[in-house]
């Protein structure tokens, strides 16, 4: 098989407690923190252009530039009345969200995870794509069978999610991988998971180039995923 396409083969007491469970260990490279200015949309690495043709430069600039820079936005707002929560990490909100204050968890689930699951999915794409490298490819092949395998599964539940949502590959409580979609912005972080590498499968992550065909986005998807990055990732998520 071409490795490269894996796809198509297929309050103050509360902050305290928050703060003390929470280790900053996700994006191994791409660590977020809130300041004084609030939680910001992060940087790309690479043009908005790079990752054409499988994903065209006007959906990477609106989708970065407006739809995450929406959900930064919205986060910021919901914990604007809650100093306590201001300087917290998205992950240690995320994480704890059951600790959230009921009168903003539902905004913090759906934008504080809309920050986060963007966060992630920038960081794991690279022009030209990569080959699964590391002991995820590893874990990957002992866990699923084959790279093949869980290539299709991750694929699968992809195409096949209902609706906005996303695919994920995580590290489970017990270290072990798993390969599930969620939907809206619901963050695997809330199930004590760290992902890994996510898929966004919403329409406003396809639509322009794609129309209705999301199988063909997700094939496409295969081939630029940085497999460096999410190695590091499994490796940070099964140290800790
Ligand atoms: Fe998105």
Same mark, same amino acid.
């Given at each position: ?12 007491? +509360? ?39 499988? #994903?065209? %430069?006007?959906?990477?600039? #609106? ?33 704890? #969200? ?14 504080? &995870? ?18 699964? *490298?590391? %002991? +995820? ?5 002992? *866990? ?15 195409? *096949? ?9 995580? +590290? ?25 590498? &996510? ?35 499994? +490796? ?5």
């Amino acid at each position: 098989m071409n490795r490269r396409n894996f796809l198509i083969q297929g309050s103050t007491a +509360v902050a305290g407690l928050l703060l003390a469970s929470t280790p900053l260990r996700l994006y191994a490279d791409h660590h977020e923190q809130a300041h004084s200015h609030g939680h910001m949309l992060p940087k790309l690495s690479y043009p908005h252009d790079a990752l054409e043709p499988h #994903i065209d %430069k006007r959906t990477m600039e #609106i989708h970065h530039g407006r739809h995450h820079q929406g959900y930064v936005n919205k986060l910021n707002a919901a914990i604007a009345n809650h100093h306590d929560l201001e300087h917290l990490s998205i992950e240690a909100l995320l994480r704890n #969200i059951d600790k959230v204050p009921m009168d903003i968890r539902q905004a913090v689930i759906n934008s504080g &995870g809309g920050h986060a699951n963007h966060t992630l999915f920038w960081s794991i794409m690279i022009p030209g794509g990569s080959e699964p *490298t590391g %002991k +995820v490819a590893e874990a990957i092949q002992s *866990t699923f069978g084959s790279l093949d395998a869980g290539s299709e599964m991750f694929a699968n539940k992809a195409k *096949t999610h209902f609706g906005s949502g996303w695919a994920w590959l995580v +590290v489970d409580e017990n270290k072990k991988l798993q390969i599930y979609s969620t939907s809206n912005q619901d963050s695997p972080l809330m199930e004590g998971h760290t992902p890994i590498l &996510g898929l966004d499968v919403w329409e406003h992550a396809y639509y322009l180039n794609y129309q209705n065909r999301r199988a063909d986005y997700v094939d496409a998807w295969g081939e630029i995923v940085n497999w460096e990055q999410v190695n590091a990732n499994y +490796v940070a998520a099964t140290k800790a």
